[in-house]
C-alpha cells in the first residue's frame, strides 16, 4: 500500500523566513496531494492541494511543488508569521477517496 | 452551514464499556470517513465509506464498526473498549477527489 514519509518532523524558523516541509510517497497510482494545518487542539484544515497534472501551486504565501517522476512534493511558506506555527500534514490518494497521511511536521515560528 | 460535526466532545471510558461516535455533515459530501490521531503518528484511517450504503476498512479497522445512516451520517461503534484506543477521533467528509474536511473531534479516554 501507499507510505508517505514526511521531513522534517520539527522545524523552528525566525519571523519573516521561510519554511520547506518535504514529502514522499511510494504508489505511482497516487495523483491527489493535499496539504493540511492543525493548530494545537483544533482540526486539521486543508490549506492547499495538487493534481499530478500539476507541477507547482501558489496561494498567497504558500505553495507546493510535485515532482512526479520522484514521488516527492512540498509545501513552501514564505515570510513566516507566529501564526503560522502548527503541525502540517501531507498526503497522498492512491485510490479514489483514501488519503494516506504523513506523520506531520511541528512548525514554529520564532519572533 | 454547520459543516462536519461530531458528538461528543469528549469521553471516558471502562475497559469492556462500549459507545458510539457521531458525525454528520450538512455540506452534501458522497464520501465520510473516521481517523483517529495519535501522537507522532498522523491520522490514520478506521473506517470509510465511499457513498451512502458502502463501507470499507481503512488502515486501523480492528475493535471497530461503522454504519453509514444515511448520506449526512456516519458512526463509530467501539463494541469492547480498550486502553489502546485512547485517542482523539476525527470524522471527515468531501466530494469526490477533492480536500477532506474534518470535523472537530472526539478526545476518547479509556481507563
Known amino acids: 500500500g501507499e507510505n508517505v514519509e514526511q521531513h522534517p518532523s520539527t522545524l523552528s524558523v525566525q519571523e519573516g523566513d521561510s519554511a520547506v516541509i518535504k514529502c514522499t510517497y511510494s504508489?505511482?497510482?497516487?495523483?491527489?496531494f493535499p496539504w493540511y494545518k492543525q493548530e494545537l487542539g483544533k482540526r486539521p484544515q486543508l490549506i492547499i492541494d495538487?493534481?499530478?497534472?500539476?507541477g507547482e501551486k501558489k496561494d498567497q504565501r504558500i505553495a507546493v511543488t510535485l515532482n512526479k517522476t520522484a514521488k516527492h512534493f512540498s509545501l513552501h511558506i514564505t515570510e513566516t508569521q507566529p501564526e503560522d506555527s502548527a503541525v502540517y500534514f501531507c498526503?497522498?490518494?492512491?485510490?479514489?477517496?483514501?488519503?494516506?497521511f504523513g506523520a506531520g511536521t511541528i512548525l514554529r515560528v520564532k519572533s | 452551514n454547520a459543516g462536519v460535526t461530531q458528538t461528543p466532545k469528549f469521553q471516558v471510558l471502562k475497559t469492556g464499556q462500549s459507545m458510539t461516535l457521531q458525525c454528520a455533515q450538512d455540506?452534501?459530501?458522497?464520501?465520510m470517513y473516521w481517523y483517529r490521531q495519535d501522537p507522532g503518528m498522523g491520522l490514520r484511517l478506521i473506517y470509510y465509506?465511499?457513498?451512502?450504503?458502502?463501507?470499507d476498512k481503512g488502515e486501523v479497522p480492528n475493535g471497530y464498526n461503522v454504519s453509514r445512516l444515511n448520506k449526512r451520517e456516519f458512526s463509530l461503534r467501539l463494541e469492547s473498549a480498550a486502553p489502546s484506543q485512547t485517542s482523539v477521533y476525527f470524522c471527515?467528509?468531501?466530494?469526490?477527489?477533492?480536500?477532506?474536511?474534518f470535523g472537530p473531534g472526539t478526545r476518547l479516554l479509556v481507563l
Open positions: 498526503a497522498a490518494d492512491p485510490s479514489l477517496n483514501k488519503l494516506v
Open positions: 471527515a467528509s468531501s466530494r469526490g477527489l477533492m480536500g477532506q474536511y
Open positions: 504508489d505511482s497510482a497516487s495523483n491527489y
Open positions: 455540506m452534501n459530501h458522497n464520501s
Open positions: 465509506s465511499a457513498s451512502e450504503g458502502t463501507t
Open positions: 495538487i493534481r499530478s497534472n500539476v
